[in-house]
């Protein structure tokens, strides 16, 4: 039996029989080199790390093009270092997956080391400072989740940890933008060295995120004398320090139990999936799909490792943001929600099931192809009809992916302004197009107004996906059954902040309203409805 550790993909011979690509470079050259002179510390040890970034700078390593690893830093679950670095020698295998079902496996070994950036773990800690202080280092990278640079709670107020962080100093941080934010001082004390923080997060302008909780962070302590006044303009000074923006786009889910027992039927074991306490579901393997797209903004101000070599995209800062902005508005987040909330009412557990069900197939292509083309934001370096095909004939469409449409109706709300008020606005702005005549992205409006009644096309009561304005929205709906030819919808609707534009003062307010009372007639009217509108 194949177990992922150093000494076992020695044996070369044993994994090319289970057909797994290994590595081909110098590990202990490379491990040497990065002790001594490192280059890349990356937050945020997860899978969207391990499948994509740390599989392209594997492809450096390979083919020499890179002489040092990547620290990989986690500083929220330490257990993802205690259950599946170290015990595995921070390799990762990898195991991509198309929607024919054919494997790739690799071995992805350019992590080199992997730490907990804890406090109280001194030597972990220790490492982690003596990184930043030293000249080499070109820049510390991030995928932490959009939760992780927010400093403030939903009343605006710093949160309990980011309040002892600021009264502390730079010498006991605990959230991971203090964390950073005393490195960096450590850094700047030490010779005011260069280097970029990039964050690699998918969130809309996520450098500026990053630049934000790292600069307020030292203001405050500014502020109370707590580091000297030369590190806020160190900071700011763009010679010296850079927080550039990136789009990244690869759906890597939880570890699939499928997977698992594929692989042990070629004889690689102890692949055992891991629950932390903190609920993540990580593994030794990280199961994912083929298609990935990482765009950065080649603003680097101490060197940076050449991953245009390993298929990564580096642009101007507006490029950027027109690929963020076909992708968000056009090419696949809105098709993505569409195909959630349709997909609960309708009882899928798995978008690719919701693929094969040929009125939802057409739902989604009219959203992209017939209603979100004509107005695309082309970003000049992808054409946006190869990405949407790619989206719908190969990623929703792929068994191997297992994504669920209650995962991404999550936080619906705080979604439908971007993902289809983008589009309307788009509508409103030309005068070839009228944002009346749209059918498919209205519907997905309505379906998404007949899901927060919780209840299915069958009749049957379902559990909502969480959502901050979950209480607000079903209390303008209280009472509304199935049966009922009048609600108070509108309330919902009119609401600009939610849409970012005036549905009933374009003309799509009340074909909203219609196609979400057609949807209420009862059992089976909501697919009724989709086929009257898409067929």
Known sequence: MLRLTRSSISDDSAWKAADVELPKFDYEQVAKNTIVKPEWVHFGAGNIFRGLVANAHQKLLDSGKAVTGIIAAETFDFEMIDKVYKPYDN??????????????????????????????RGADYSRLTEVFENPSLQMASFTITEKGYSLTGPNGQYLGIVEKDIENGPEEPIHVMSIVTSLAYRRYLKGQYPMTFVSMDNCSHNGDKLKNGVVTVAK???KKGLVEDGFVAYLEDESKITFPLSMIDKITPRPSETVQAALLEQGIGDMDIVVTSKNTYTAPFVNAEISEYLVIEDKFTNGRPPLEEAGIIFTDRDTVNKVETMKVTTCLNPLHTALAVSGCLLGYTLIADEMKDGILRKFVEIIGYTEGLPVVVDPGILSPKKFLDEVLQERFANPFIPDTPQRIATDTSQKVGIRFGETIKSYTRRDDLDPAELTAIPLAIAVWCRYLLGVDDEGKPFTLSSDPLLETLQGH???????????????????????????????LGDKIEGMFHEMLAGPGAVRRTLEKYLQ
């Open 91 to 120: 390799l990762t295998l990898l195991v991509l997956m198309n929607a024919r079902g054919d494997f790739q496996k690799k071995v992805v070994s350019s992590i080199v080391e992997g730490i907990a950036a804890d406090k109280n």
């Open 220 to 222: 405050e302590w500014a």
């Open 477 to 507: 709906l209280y009472g509304v059954s199935l049966g009922e030819t009048t609600s108070n919808v509108r309330a919902i609707l009119q609401d600009e902040k939610l849409f970012g534009v005036p549905l009933y003062t374009i003309g």
